[in-house]
């Protein structure tokens, strides 16, 4: 039972570096998600989508990368790794009709620092 | 825009304790729904509960209970004599659901610390 799995769990990279965490989730849900969470301030969500080849930006889009080529995956990509992008990240999917309605199922989170 | 308020940054009780967790949120639409997500030690979300804007049913699940009021615009959580394993992080959040454009938007957090 896999539910959301996201890859790596830890990463440190340079400045400047580009990187793309992996997610996938294996429930055939519409709609998926990228958050970040950071000290003090939630979860923030940076890109969504609510299906295949449809793609939108969240409350803090700028330095990242979306793309929803199929259902079940959806990798987000840093193009230029700066210390601000030093979070957790998290990678969410829900149903968007049913009885489970908006529920998200959370991967465990991917750790990265930028030096 | 929507917006979720955790006033509340972190609370200590001590264990058999009852506490109540603050959520208000602001929206324009009349259909949404809100949720409670619990953050423990580990780091992985858990999922406690959805309620949507039509159902304004209070519910309760063995010692959590959640008190949805739009007049007020809350949705606050308490849990009945609270235990260390309750230790974590707590979240509320609302999500409108505009046709395509369903965005999630989460408070900040509060943090509960159950000591014995």
């Known amino acids: 039972n896999a539910g959301v799995t996201q890859t790596p769990k830890f990463q440190v990279l340079k400045t400047g570096q580009s990187m793309t965490l992996q997610c996938a989730q294996d429930?055939?849900?519409?709609?998926m998600s990228w958050y970040r969470q950071d000290p003090g301030m939630g979860l923030r969500l940076i890109h969504y989508?609510?299906?295949?080849?449809?793609?939108d930006q969240g409350e803090v889009p700028n330095g990242y990368n979306v793309s929803r080529s199929t259902t079940e995956d959806f990798p987000l990509r840093l193009l230029s790794a700066a210390p601000s992008q030093t979070s957790v990240y998290f990678c969410?999917?829900?149903?968007?009709?049913?009885?489970?309605?908006?529920?998200?199922?959370f991967g465990e989170g991917s750790r990265l620092t930028v030096l | 825009a929507q917006k979720v308020t955790q006033a509340q940054t972190e609370i200590s009780v001590v264990e058999k304790e009852d506490v109540t967790l603050d959520c208000v949120y602001e929206?324009?639409?009349?259909?949404?729904?809100l949720f409670w997500y619990k953050q423990p030690p580990s780091g992985e979300l858990v999922f406690l509960i959805r309620?949507?804007?039509?159902?304004?049913q209070n519910e309760i699940s063995g010692r959590y209970s959640w008190n949805f009021q739009k007049s007020t615009s809350s949705f606050n959580f308490t849990i009945t004599a609270s235990q260390v394993v309750d230790s974590a992080v707590y979240f509320c959040?609302?999500?409108?659901?505009?046709?395509?454009?369903?965005?999630?938007?989460f408070g900040t957090g509060t943090r509960l610390q159950v000591t014995l």
């Open positions: 929206t324009r639409d009349t259909t949404y729904y």
């Open positions: 989508s609510v299906g295949a080849g449809i793609t």
């Open positions: 309620r949507n804007s039509f159902d304004e």
């Open positions: 429930m055939n849900h519409e709609y």
């Open positions: 969410a999917s829900s149903s968007l009709a049913g009885p489970n309605t908006g529920e998200q199922f």
């Open positions: 959040a609302l999500m409108e659901n505009t046709g395509t454009a369903s965005k999630l938007t």
